[in-house]
């Protein structure tokens, strides 16, 4: 089955403790993304990357890291977390070619994260 | 500026009626894909339909389909037929042609009454 998989699905941690947000596609997608959903302000934009190696901001990249050694993952990592961080964030994937602006994104379930 | 704008942030339709739900964007990139995505209150995001900048008619999938207006740069999602299922969050999406973001709108939450 075509999906998006993102690990853990809750995860409460305490301010300042390393924690990484795992996520892997088994479509062969190029295109890779993290956003943070928050109440009255939709999905934000985290980091993107358009191919192994290849890694970008987004609207909303302070306090995040990324990488992307192989194409099917794309580990969010905080460093440091702070409380601010609490949200809702989606790993998502898309084809990636000439006409990629009709290629839909694939969502994982989402990680509930709550720093405290 | 914002690229997409939902400016009803809530919306209540009579199950087995009709209900449209707004969409404006804005772009100077003549290719683009626009996207409507469903989050029902279990959290996942579900891909509804896609509308290109260059389809001449309007897509439809199912009981949706999208009213877009191109020299209005609207792209509502249209509903027919409402179901108690299709209480969710729903949002508008926009893709151009450069393909690096993906924008979205800050969502429309529809509540189904019986």
């Known amino acids: 089955e075509a999906q998006v998989t993102q690990n853990p699905r809750y995860l409460i941690t305490v301010t300042g403790k390393k924690l990484t947000v795992t996520c892997s596609q088994n479509?062969?997608?190029?295109?890779m993304s993290w956003y943070r959903q928050d109440p009255g302000l939709g999905l934000r934009q985290i980091y993107y990357s358009m191919n192994v190696e290849v890694t970008d901001k987004g609207d909303v990249p302070e306090g995040y890291k990324v990488s992307r050694k192989e194409k099917r993952n794309f580990p969010l990592i905080l460093e440091s977390p702070s409380p601010n961080q609490t949200s809702l964030y989606f790993c998502a994937s898309s084809y990636r070619g000439s006409s990629s602006y009709n290629s839909p994104l694939h969502f994982g379930n989402g990680t509930r994260l709550t720093v405290t | 500026a914002q690229k997409i704008t939902q400016t009803q942030p809530g919306m209540f339709v009579q199950e087995k009626e009709a209900v449209t739900l707004d969409c404006t964007y804005d772009?100077?990139?003549?290719?683009?894909?626009l996207f409507w995505y469903k989050q029902p209150s279990s959290g996942e995001m579900i891909f509804l339909i896609y509308q290109g900048s260059y389809d001449q008619q309007n897509a439809t999938e199912g009981r949706y389909s999208l009213n877009f207006q191109k020299a209005r740069k609207s792209a509502n999602l249209v509903i027919s037929a409402s179901q108690l299922g299709d209480s969710a969050m729903y949002f508008c999406?926009?893709?151009?042609?450069?393909?690096?973001?993906?924008?979205f709108g800050t969502g429309t939450s529809l509540t189904v009454i019986p």
């Open positions: 479509m062969n997608h190029e295109y």
């Open positions: 999406a926009m893709r151009e042609f450069s393909g690096n973001q993906f924008y």
């Open positions: 772009t100077s990139d003549p290719s683009y894909g």
